[in-house]
């Protein structure tokens, strides 16, 4: 069975950072090109970062760029996603994310809430 667990989310101040991890399983994780979405409350999902399966082509949402890093770990089978300088605009629930069989697969997701 395929299986995206997200992990590292939580409280953070304005300016301070937080790393997520997703944990993948029940497939070749080196072979999918994987990414992080978000969602925030009433708002539809927002694409945040994407690396394919060997780590070299990497993308980022203008929103986060400079300040969120990805990263994968294909011997752990292993996503993550190192967030600097958080602000309260990056408060929602994100995922890790990739398309099989043409269909997006995702995990429960962890929430990440910026505030003072």
């Known amino acids: 069975e395929v299986q995206l667990v997200e992990s590292g989310g939580g409280l953070a101040q304005p300016g301070g950072s937080l790393r997520l991890s997703c944990a993948a399983s029940?497939?070749?994780?080196?072979?999918?090109?994987m990414r992080w979405v978000r969602q925030a409350p009433g708002k539809g999902p927002e694409y945040v970062s994407s690396?394919?399966?060997?780590?070299?082509?990497?993308y980022y949402a203008n929103s986060v760029k400079g300040r969120f890093t990805i990263s994968r770990d294909n011997a752990k089978n292993t996503l993550n996603l190192q967030m600097n300088n958080l602000k309260p605009e990056d408060t929602a629930v994100y995922y890790c994310?990739?398309?099989?069989?043409?269909?997006?697969?995702r995990g429960q997701g962890t929430q990440v809430t910026v505030s003072s």
């Open positions: 029940g497939f070749t994780f080196g072979m999918y090109d």
């Open positions: 994310e990739t398309t099989m069989y043409g269909r997006s697969k």
């Open positions: 690396i394919n399966t060997g780590g070299g082509r990497i």
